[in-house]
């Protein structure tokens, strides 16, 4: 490959295999998965649960740290004390003992350690963005669910991250919120165009959120396909026929290989 | 309901001495004078004859206890984030924990003499156990996700036992230090009753010897207001440290 060509790349992940030892047995939680993203992309991974595409994100999040395969991030291997890793997760992402703000902060602090007037207006300016600007005070336990991934959201984009790794952040949301949420990280997203890996279980936010969708089947987890998405950001769609077809042809390749 | 701290406390001792009080003048038996006369004797004799002895033993009490939570934290926060250190010291604490270390007072006083040093090491060697497990299985029962945020930033294990392990085991530490002061005050007494004339331990025992019932009396009021005075301590911690639990 050439050198402008692998600059093109935030993201490559080259015949990735991941084994869980659970007693006694090995458990093959990843077969060779090989993804790309580009700089400034987006790639939807969508499959059935328990196919292993929260492990895949925990591999590029630097959690899961014993793996045979190749993990590049900007060219050198995956590492959470070089690279600034974005992290949004559907429960658990925020520390129940630290304010709203402590909390949006807390991606900066470990990675700076000083934290400035400068960071503070910036994280101010975010949190506002994002609609949180009276909720600075609260705790997580004094917030709604939408209210504590907007917070989330919010510190993941503060630490201005090289990528962003999302895992199913909206899926514990009802419907209404759900839409809210896909729009706002969307258009707070469009103003950094960070490199995003997006897990959901559902087509039609992967066909919303994702400039890519990579379809995922497990266990053991491969990716079985990755498509580019007309559809990326659109919420009126125009030709409706090919919206569905697509749909369905997403729907069919997540189903088939589960028989 | 929203009644005032200050104004409940006060209420429900108020009722708690009109039961003694009846109590008192049911029994017509010296052996529960009326808390009257507990008071009034109190009001004499506090300062001159029982502050000396309620110090010590306050001192006893916190210098213990305070060791003990710092020996006790450290080791089991340790014992909760590493395995390595758990598999080592576990099989030592299940072995020590159930020996009644009561039992060990003489070998405690043979080795660190009459004085103070016997005494909180006694109260150390019994309340640290419960502090040990509690804080080892607080961390063991942290759900891993916490961690993940952290880890994908590189946070190193200093950052982490600062923002995640410390406040999250913070409320259940508090409930083993609660339980922790209300043994060490009876190991206290216990052991006041050995090698020293000072110490309210002592004097409620010397109370009794010398059929006094109304310094009795005095002496275990003063003793519970010692309790009280560590729990209420215990809760302002409390509403310090874990304000997110409310």
């Not at chain 1, 060509?5 to 080259?14: E, G, S, T, W």
């Not at chain 1, 190749?70 to 949004?88: F, S, Y």
């Not at chain 2, 005032?4 to 529960?32: D, E, T």
């Not at chain 2, 309620?54 to 926060?77: H, T």
Request: with cysteine; hydrophobic share 50%; aromatic share 12%.
């Amino acid at each position: 490959m050439s050198k402008a060509k692998r600059a093109l790349y935030m993201i490559r992940v080259r015949n990735l295999e991941v084994f869980y030892n659970s007693s006694r047995r090995k458990f093959r939680a990843l077969a060779g998965v090989n993804m790309d993203v580009e700089k400034g992309g987006i790639i939807a991974v969508i499959g059935p649960s328990g196919c292993g595409k929260t492990t895949l994100l925990y591999v590029l999040a630097g959690i899961i740290n014993e793996f045979e395969g190749e993990v590049l991030m900007d060219n050198a291997p995956v590492d959470p004390r070089k690279h600034r890793i974005g992290l949004v997760l559907q429960d658990y992402g925020l520390l129940p003992w630290k304010r709203v703000f402590e909390n949006a902060l807390l991606g900066l602090k470990v990675k700076k350690k000083v934290i400035n007037k400068k960071d503070k207006e910036y994280a101010e300016y975010v949190l506002t963005r994002v609609g949180l600007s009276g909720l600075l005070k609260r705790y997580p336990g004094e917030l709604s669910g939408g209210q504590r991934q907007r917070v989330a959201i919010a510190r993941a984009f503060i630490m201005k991250p090289d990528i962003l790794l999302m895992d199913e952040p909206f899926s514990a949301l009802d419907a209404i919120t759900r839409e809210e949420m896909q729009d706002l990280f969307l258009d707070v997203w469009k103003s950094d165009s960070v490199s995003t890996v997006f897990v959901t279980h559902s087509t039609e936010e992967a066909m919303y959120v994702g400039k890519k969708i990579a379809v995922m089947t497990g266990p053991p987890g491969r990716i079985v396909t990755i498509m580019d998405n007309p559809f990326f950001g659109i919420r009126e769609v125009k030709d409706s026929d090919l919206y569905f077809s697509m749909k369905l042809k997403l729907k069919e390749l997540i189903k088939g290989i589960q028989k | 309901m929203m009644m005032r701290n200050s104004v409940r406390y006060v209420f429900i001792f108020f009722l708690f001495f009109i039961l003694w009080q009846i109590g008192s003048a049911a029994l017509k038996n010296p052996i529960l004078p009326p808390p009257t006369a507990v008071f009034c004797n109190l009001k004499e004799v506090f300062f001159s004859k029982i502050a000396i002895h309620a110090a010590l033993s306050v001192y006893r009490i916190v210098a213990g206890l305070v060791i003990s939570v710092l020996i006790g934290s450290i080791l089991g926060l340790l014992m909760g984030f590493y395995d390595s250190i758990d598999r080592f010291f576990s099989p030592v604490i299940y072995f020590t924990y159930p020996i009644p270390k009561i039992a060990l007072l003489p070998i405690v006083m043979i080795l660190f003499g009459l004085g103070e040093v016997s005494k909180i090491t006694m109260i150390i060697i019994i309340t640290v156990f419960q502090i040990i497990i509690t804080a080892r299985d607080t961390v063991k029962n942290i759900p891993k996700e916490t961690f993940y945020s952290l880890k994908s930033l590189g946070a190193s294990d200093v950052t982490v036992f600062k923002e995640i392990i410390l406040p999250a085991a913070m409320p259940e530490l508090l409930t083993a230090i609660r339980l922790s002061a209300g043994t060490a005050v009876s190991v206290l007494f216990f052991t006041e009753n050995f090698g020293t004339t000072y110490g309210i331990g002592y004097f409620i025992m010397d109370a009794w010897m010398r059929v006094n019932y109304v310094d009795m009396y005095s002496g275990i009021l003063v003793l519970g207001g010692i309790g009280l005075l560590i729990f209420l301590a215990v809760d302002a911690f409390d509403m310090i440290f874990c304000r997110w639990k409310r």
